[in-house]
């Protein structure tokens, strides 16, 4: 069972486990490396501390959360819960191999690990609202998110694989998506992970009520930037695109790369309306 199912499952068995965590963090998801998420996360950070891509490979959410993939229709078994009026006044006396917290019990256990690493560390700096930055988590992830923190933001960030890819190459990327995957050296290797993310936003952003942001959007000098500070609840710091930090040197595109990705990416790059650069092209 996938991620997606596993949170169904779970809210279809037990329509009242509701989180009821008012945090209102902020979630960041880009598809892929060198997409432009560390200038929005600036963009952010005057209001909200962002944290950038946390103990990233080791996949905690990812790691975190798919536990829950191992629910099913018949398991747990409902006398498995404390709760369970199969247990009675002495549960010393009956047989509890199997004892289990509730699924409320647990959903609250997840909350508590993300106020830990992220918002309590946030609140010793001062910062009141929290969240994180990513380019490794899809949408379903941000169900399984957005299952903990109802009031939770979500920006899907994408940008044009070929200049990611790009990028990704100038700069000498030589990263991994999880430990102890194989390091993403190669234009199928990244173009698989952008396609992969860059559908599920595409299709499915509006079931977290997410918003769908392009790079080459809100860069501009006209970008309008108040649906988004309304949506978050906060400004933004526009400044933070005048300063380019962490910009990949200038050089020539590899003919050969972008072939090889566009093989890969299309034809969802196409529609997006990301074409594959020609010969003599910048």
């Not at 946390?54 to 229709?73: M, N, T």
């Not at 929290?130 to 920006?155: D, I, N, Q, S, T």
């Not at 990263?175 to 190669?186: C, D, G, K, M």
């Amino acid at each position: 069972m996938n991620l997606d199912d596993a949170i169904g499952l779970i809210k279809k068995r037990w329509p009242d486990v509701v989180s009821q965590a008012q945090d209102e963090p902020v979630f960041v998801l880009a598809a892929g490396w060198r997409s432009g998420s560390t200038l929005l996360q600036r963009m952010l950070l005057n209001n909200c501390l962002v944290w950038g891509e946390p103990f990233g490979s080791s996949g905690i959410i990812e790691r975190l959360s798919q536990p829950l993939c191992r629910f099913a229709p018949d398991w747990p078994g409902d006398k498995f819960f404390i709760e369970s009026a199969h247990w009675g006044p002495r549960p010393s006396e009956r047989w509890t191999a199997n004892l289990y917290p509730s699924v409320q019990d647990l959903q609250e256990a997840h909350v508590s690990f993300f106020r830990t690493l992220l918002a309590e560390p946030s609140r010793r700096r001062g910062c009141a609202r929290w969240g994180l930055k990513e380019v490794r988590y899809g949408v379903e992830h941000a169900v399984y998110l957005r299952w903990l923190f109802p009031r939770a933001r979500f920006l899907f960030l994408l940008r044009s694989p070929y200049e990611c890819w790009s990028s990704y190459r100038r700069t000498g990327g030589r990263v991994l998506r999880f430990f102890p995957e194989p390091l993403i050296t190669t234009p199928e290797q990244f173009g698989s992970h952008w396609l992969k993310l860059a559908e599920g936003f595409c299709n499915r952003h509006r079931e977290v009520d997410g918003l769908l942001l392009r790079f080459e959007t809100f860069t501009k000098p006209d970008f309008d930037v108040k649906p988004l500070e309304q949506y978050l609840g906060f400004g933004l710091n526009l400044v933070a695109r005048e300063k380019r930090v962490g910009a990949s040197p200038a050089g020539p595109l590899s003919e050969d790369e972008m072939e090889r990705l566009h093989k890969v990416v299309e034809p969802l790059a196409k529609r997006l309306g990301y074409l594959k650069p020609v010969r003599g092209e910048p």
